[in-house]
T-cell receptor, first 115, second 114 residues
């Protein structure tokens, strides 16, 4: 069974600075997908970024990028130029080796961006 | 845009009541999921469905059942609500193939059982 661990329950950052959220996972699968989801306060969860394990290049979406270390089973999210709207709960999630699109989620990290 | 809707944002029920949480998606997705979200525990999968009338247990199915009579609708049933089922419930859907298995989430239902 896959496990996903987010070891930082809470983090904070000043507006315009950079912050990195950590995620590690455990799997015996060779091909899989990793995701970062964002859940703003009282709002719907949305996908931030996706990484396919067979792609060596780290995924990037505007101010969001990942550092994917396959051998270390690490998948961190870097947010550059943090904005107040980045304040949210962030979940790391894993898909692989299962049917029907089941995801395994980490515990979540609450990120607060301060003005 | 994919839209996943849930029947209620907030719900208060009494212990022992039968509770229905409904979820509807409009993108013809094959897969639908019910999670509960609790602080420090992340999202835990209760049940999922990969086709009409097809369902499988997730990680924490005890005390819950589900129904999927139509492709777009997936219901979560608490047969006899208990206080330890007070939680945030999230519904999600995803296509079987393509799009990297991204799941699309509803707004959530915060259920309080008193």
């Amino acid at each position: 069974a896959q496990t996903v661990t987010q070891s930082q329950p809470e983090m904070s950052v000043q507006e315009a600075e950079t912050v990195t959220l950590s995620c590690t996972y455990d799997t015996s699968e060779s091909n899989y997908y990793l995701f970062w989801y964002k859940q703003p306060p009282s709002r719907q969860m949305i996908l931030v970024i996706r990484q396919e394990a067979y792609k060596q290049q780290n995924a990037t979406e505007n101010r969001f990028s990942v550092n994917f270390q396959k051998a270390a089973k690490s998948f961190s999210l870097k947010i550059s130029d943090s904005q107040l709207g980045d304040t949210a709960m962030y979940f790391c999630a894993f898909f692989g080796g299962t049917s029907y699109g089941k995801l395994t989620f980490g515990q979540g990290t609450i990120l607060t961006v301060h003005p | 845009d994919v839209k996943v809707t849930q029947s209620s944002r907030y719900l208060v029920k009494r212990t022992g009541e039968k509770v229905f949480l409904e979820c509807v998606q409009d993108m013809d997705h094959e897969n639908m999921f019910w999670y509960r979200q609790d602080p420090g525990l992340g999202l835990r999968l209760i049940y999922f469905s990969y086709d009409v009338k097809m369902k499988e247990k997730g990680d924490i199915p005890e005390g819950y059942s589900v129904s999927r009579e139509k492709k777009e609708r997936f219901s979560l049933i608490l047969e006899s609500a208990s206080t330890n089922q007070t939680s945030m419930y999230l519904c999600a859907s995803s296509p079987t193939t393509g799009q990297g298995y991204e799941q699309y989430f509803g707004p959530g239902t915060r259920l309080t059982v008193t």
